[in-house]
């Protein structure tokens, strides 16, 4: 009787652990080339669920957030512009606020331009690959209710753990 009740115990201890993990954090698949050189094709990040309740993103932050217009499916982007910000894209520079970003992730400038105010409730986000990336400057803002997390850590393969954490490119700019 004893081992029938340390397997049930185990097991319910396990089942919370679970559900207390998947509470907190996420683990997402990078399907595509759009956030390369930072992310390839392959890897798995660990995400924070709960980081945008109770902190504010940050220009620079890596998030995932569900794709808009399309069910079941959801992105990985660099957020560049918060609500209230005017994001403007000229000679291969991306401005936040008349600032320009210092970008050493991206893998080639951005060959288009364009000025974006970012409404209320909304978020502009780009790929580090601008120029192989469906993004905001293609489709538009993102409702921050549709943000899943920020993403903390690449965790697969071993050879690429990375801790996806910095200073933000306006930070670093300044």
């Known amino acids: 009787m004893g081992f029938v009740i340390d397997t049930v115990e185990t097991i319910l201890l396990a089942l919370i652990l679970f559900l207390g993990i998947n509470a907190v954090s996420a683990r997402v698949r990078v399907e595509n080339v759009s956030m390369e050189p930072t992310l390839m094709p392959g890897e798995f990040l660990l995400v924070n669920r ?9 220009i620079g932050d890596i998030i995932i957030f569900h794709a808009p217009g399309v069910d079941g499916l959801d992105y990985i982007k660099r957020l560049i512009g918060r609500p209230g910000d ?14 320009a970003l210092y970008e050493t992730y991206i893998a080639d400038p ?3 331009t364009g000025t974006w105010e970012v409404p209320e409730g909304q978020f502009f986000v780009l790929g580090d690959n601008r120029n192989n990336s469906s993004d905001s400057h293609l489709w538009g803002f993102i409702p921050e209710e549709s943000v899943v997390g920020k993403a903390l850590l690449i965790y697969w393969p071993l050879d690429a753990v990375t801790l996806l ?10």
């Not at 005017?86 to 600032?99: A, C, K, L, P, S």
């Open 50 to 58: 709960v980081a945008y309740k109770i902190g504010t993103p940050k």
């Open 86 to 99: 005017t994001v403007r894209i000229e000679g291969g520079i991306v401005y936040v606020n008349d600032q």
């Open 110 to 112: 951005p060959n288009y």
């Open 165 to 174: 954490t910095g200073a933000t490119p306006v930070q670093a700019a300044q």
